[in-house]
């Protein structure tokens, strides 16, 4: 059905409860109920003969003797005289007998007669819930015979992590993505899509927001696209930010060996990322917030000004993909202001996820700062900090690395060719500073700023 | 080929194991009824016991001996109910541990048979292939 195609799975219920099963198991709890129902009756019959004796028990003792006929074996009676008409010799159990009086065994009886009680009650509560239990396995029983369907759809909204339902593939999974990014997306997992989502999102917003005509093309090809490049530019993105970071950190922290071909760009770009990322205050909580973070951080600015910062990031990322191999990271917002073929490539490579998330928060600024500094141990020259499930084009991106450009053109592997360039002083920016850096821009700069998904599709 | 005999071999080997694992499943069901009967008997003698507890103390309590009334004391009857009880409540704890040892064995039995029914039919399919 669409519905499942886009975005909700539709779930026959026969499926989820198989029609011969529940009716058995419907059967079953009808056996188990009329068992209950047998005892119940004897237990009924042992209060109607303990009040039957009750009331005998009152009445003997109105006579001082009375003339019965007495039982004699099994088959004959004589006659004869019951006397001593208030003793009783109770059985209490166990074999042992009592004295007692009318009035006590009359009270003894009674007290039985509530124990009887007791246990009936329970009883009937069990019944009940086994009526109940019975009723559904008849109603959903009957549903799935019908052809009743569950259907769902992802509240894509909120839960971007939500994992898979064990009803079935991830349902946060749209065709459109997965067609693109096939490499990726064999190892994202509902993350992306959520992100590359958002990246569509927010792109369409900044588009409306920052550009005139020409993006309106721009938008609806991006419209086309975003979804396939949204994933690898929130990747890019990510990849970028940890290089970014380690870069910075690698600076602060003296580990500039690898980092010493690119030191004065990535200085430069961290530099502005910590601009960026100051911005966003809160603390990072992890790589993910941090992207968010910095995502949001450039979701609150205005759109220029997050397109200058995205430009600075994204040449940022740039360096920091070249480094960088995996970040563990976070979903980044990055990515959609950033862009850039080049970055997005990189993050194809290094997985670096960026989304753009709606609004995260400062946050997402200094959360990137955060996630690059903590991947600042750059083991080997291109080592990045781990990215998040994304680095399928790790390698890649480490033998990219030492050269500092991933190649925005394009990775035959990647879905995205080139750099994607957000905005078109950014790119343009940004493909100077790329082609100063790298020898990527083959995709670069258009004469006209073009979308960066169109700078991709070259 | 070794195949076949490995296969019976194996065969053997899973009919043991069943065997192992039904009498373990007897015994495990005659432990839920001798436990059931002593759960019974434990409430009947608790309900005996209060009821001794309410009489006074000049009553005349008989014990049904065979075909024989007799007549106990009271202390003496309270005594011997309550001694009965203690003795039937270790008993439902031994045949509790008892029980959980059964299911124990009869778990890993149940494993057992399943690995060998496996390596069956991962040789017929091998042969099956072949």
């Known amino acids: 059905m669409e519905e499942a195609a886009k975005k909700g799975r539709v779930t026959p219920l026969a499926s989820l409860f198989p029609v011969e099963e529940a009716q058995k198991a419907v059967r079953r709890v009808h056996e188990t109920l009329s068992e209950k129902e047998s005892e119940l009756d004897r237990f009924r019959g042992f209060i109607s003969d303990n009040t039957n004796l009750i009331n005998l028990v009152q009445k003997l003792p109105e006579g001082l003797h009375h003339n019965i006929m007495v039982p004699f074996g099994k088959a004959a009676f004589f006659p004869g005289r019951l006397i001593h008409t208030n003793e009783f010799l109770v059985l209490l159990g166990e074999g042992y007998h009592v004295e007692r009086t009318s009035k006590q065994t009359v009270e003894i009886l009674k007290r039985r007669g509530k124990a009887l009680q007791s246990q009936v009650e329970s009883l009937k509560a069990t019944m009940q819930d086994l009526k109940a239990e019975a009723s559904f396995f008849g109603i959903t029983a009957s549903e799935a015979a019908e052809g009743l369907v569950e259907i769902r759809e992802d509240y894509v909204e909120e839960n971007f992590t939500e994992r898979e339902s064990q009803s079935g593939p991830p349902k946060e999974h749209p065709p459109s993505f997965s067609e693109a990014d096939k490499v990726k997306v064999a190892v994202e997992d509902e993350e992306y899509s959520c992100m590359v989502s958002r990246l569509d999102e927010l792109e369409k917003a900044e588009y409306e927001a920052g550009y005139g005509n020409e993006t309106h093309e721009d938008i609806e090809n991006v419209a086309v696209s975003d979804e396939e490049y949204a994933r690898m530019m929130s990747r890019l993105d990510e990849l970028e930010k940890e290089e970014l970071e380690a870069e910075f950190v690698n600076e602060r922290d003296e580990d500039n060996a690898k980092l010493a071909v690119n030191d004065e760009k990535y200085a430069h770009m961290i530099a502005r990322l910590d601009e960026i990322e100051k911005e966003p205050e809160t603390e990072c909580g992890n790589e993910r917030d941090e992207d968010e973070k910095i995502k949001a951080d450039f979701d609150q600015s205005s759109d220029q000004i997050s397109l200058d910062k995205i430009n600075r990031f994204s040449e940022s990322r740039k360096l920091l993909e070249q480094t960088k191999d995996k970040k563990s990271a976070t979903e980044e917002t990055l990515d959609k202001r950033d862009t850039q073929k080049d970055l997005t490539d990189r993050l194809n490579c290094t997985g670096l996820t960026v989304q753009s998330r709606p609004k995260e928060e400062m946050s997402h600024g200094k959360g990137l700062v955060h996630g690059i500094m903590k991947s600042t141990p750059l083991e080997k020259a291109l080592v990045l900090p781990e990215v998040k499930e994304n680095v399928q084009a790790a390698s890649s991106l480490r033998s990219e690395a030492p050269l500092q450009d991933s190649k925005p053109g394009f990775d035959s592997r990647k879905a995205f060719t080139g750099s994607i360039i957000e905005r078109a002083h950014n790119m343009q920016t940004s493909s100077s500073q790329q082609a100063a850096t790298s020898s990527q821009s083959t995709v670069t700069q258009p004469s006209k700023p073009v979308s960066r998904f169109k700078m991709q599709r070259r | ?130």
């Not at chain 2, 005999?5 to 069943?18: D, F, I, S, V």
């Not at chain 2, 008892?98 to 042969?127: C, F, M, P, W, Y």
């Open chain 2, 1 to 130: 080929m070794a195949s076949p005999a490995a296969l019976r071999e194996l065969q053997r080997e899973l009919e043991t194991k069943a065997d192992d694992l039904n009498k373990i499943q007897k015994d495990i069901s005659k432990n839920h009824q001798v436990r059931k009967k002593y759960t019974i008997q434990l409430g009947e003698n608790e309900l005996v016991l209060k009821e001794l507890d309410l009489l006074s103390e000049d009553a005349n309590v008989y014990k049904l001996i065979g075909p024989v009334l007799v007549k106990q004391d009271l202390a003496e009857a309270n005594a011997n109910v309550r001694k009965r009880i203690e003795y039937m409540s270790a008993e439902l704890k031994r045949l509790d541990t008892t029980l959980q040892d059964l299911e124990d064995k009869q778990n890993s039995k149940r494993d057992a048979v399943l690995k060998v029914q496996q390596r069956i039919q991962s040789l017929q399919a091998g042969k099956a292939k072949a």
